[in-house]
């Protein structure tokens, strides 16, 4: 079935480690998104990719860092965990970017998140 | 800085009632608008897109409207079921088409 992919779907941390949300998708979208949903305040943008092998900061990029070696993988890196990045983080794509795209955005399931 | 609004954060009407949904933006140089849906613990569905030339979008009973100088685009539900309960998100995407922003939601419950 055509769709993004998260692992892990659930994940309890302790502070100060190191974490790496995977996130792949099999509908060679060349667009693909980072989000964290937290309650009261919807989702915000962390990091976006508009094509393999490049990649741009969204609303709240602090703290996390993104690459997109290929166009199915983009990876979300906590580098050192701390107890407000608990969350729920959702990885997204999207087919086209620019004058001709549509631009619908499809979802993975989320990976929930726990920094004690 | 784009800021996308929803009011009410929750709603609730009984079964077989038409209702709107609101969804407010402070810039109005947009390249397009989606409604979507969340079911609670998952992720989220696209309901519909209105591209920012096009004045409405409809799937079924689900009427989007988007009018940009006012910053405004609105979901109608018709004859709303309780299988309509959800979150109901809108989110814009900036000129450049490259951010995607999000509203916190609105939560809907479908009285029987």
Request: proline letters at 4%; charged letters at 15%.
């Given at each position: 079935?055509?769709?993004?992919?998260?692992?892990?779907?659930?994940?309890?941390?302790?502070?100060?480690?190191?974490?790496?949300l995977?996130?792949?998708?099999?509908?060679?979208?060349?667009?693909m998104y980072?989000?964290?949903?937290?309650?009261?305040?919807?989702?915000?943008?962390?990091?976006?990719?508009?094509?393999?092998?490049?990649?741009?900061?969204?609303e709240?990029?602090?703290?996390?860092?993104?690459s997109?070696?290929?166009?199915?993988?983009?990876?979300?890196?906590?580098a050192?965990?701390?107890?407000?990045?608990?969350?729920?983080?959702?990885?997204?794509?999207?087919?086209?970017?620019?004058?001709?795209?549509?631009?619908?955005?499809?979802?993975?399931?989320?990976?929930?998140?726990?920094?004690? | 800085?784009?800021?996308?609004?929803?009011?009410?954060?929750?709603?609730?009407?009984?079964?077989?009632?038409?209702l709107?949904?609101?969804?407010s933006?402070?810039?109005?140089?947009?390249?397009?608008?989606?409604?979507?849906?969340?079911?609670?613990?998952?992720?989220?569905?696209?309901?519909?897109?209105?591209q920012?030339?096009?004045?409405?979008?409809?799937?079924?009973r689900?009427?989007?409207?988007?009018?940009?100088?006012?910053?405004?685009?609105?979901?109608?539900?018709?004859?709303?079921?309780?299988?309509?309960?959800?979150?109901?998100l809108?989110a814009?995407?900036?000129?450049?088409?490259?951010?995607?922003?999000?509203?916190?939601?609105?939560?809907?419950?479908?009285?029987?």
């Open positions: 079935i055509a769709g993004i992919t998260q692992a892990p779907t659930s994940q309890i941390l302790a502070a100060g480690r190191r974490m790496t995977r996130c792949t998708q099999d509908m060679r979208h060349n667009a980072w989000y964290r949903q937290d309650l009261g305040l919807g989702l915000r943008l962390i990091h976006y990719s508009n094509t393999a092998g490049t990649t741009g900061k969204g709240v990029p602090d703290g996390y860092s993104v997109r070696a290929n166009t199915d993988d983009f990876p979300l890196t906590l050192s965990a701390v107890p407000s990045q608990t969350s729920v983080y959702f990885c997204a794509s999207s087919e086209e970017q620019g004058a001709s795209g549509a631009n619908v955005l499809t979802f993975g399931a989320g990976s929930r998140l726990t920094v004690l | 800085k784009q800021e996308v609004t929803q009011i009410p954060a929750a709603l609730s009407v009984p079964e077989g009632e038409n709107v949904l609101n969804c933006f402070t810039d109005s140089a947009i390249y397009n608008l989606q409604w979507f849906r969340q079911d609670p613990g998952k992720g989220l569905t696209s309901l519909l897109l209105i920012s030339s096009q004045r409405e979008q409809t799937s079924g689900l009427n989007a409207s988007l009018d940009k100088s006012s910053g405004r685009s609105t979901l109608y539900i018709a004859a709303s079921q309780p299988g309509d309960s959800a979150t109901y809108c814009v995407t900036d000129s450049s088409a490259s951010k995607i922003i999000f509203g916190s939601g609105t939560r809907l419950s479908i009285r029987p």
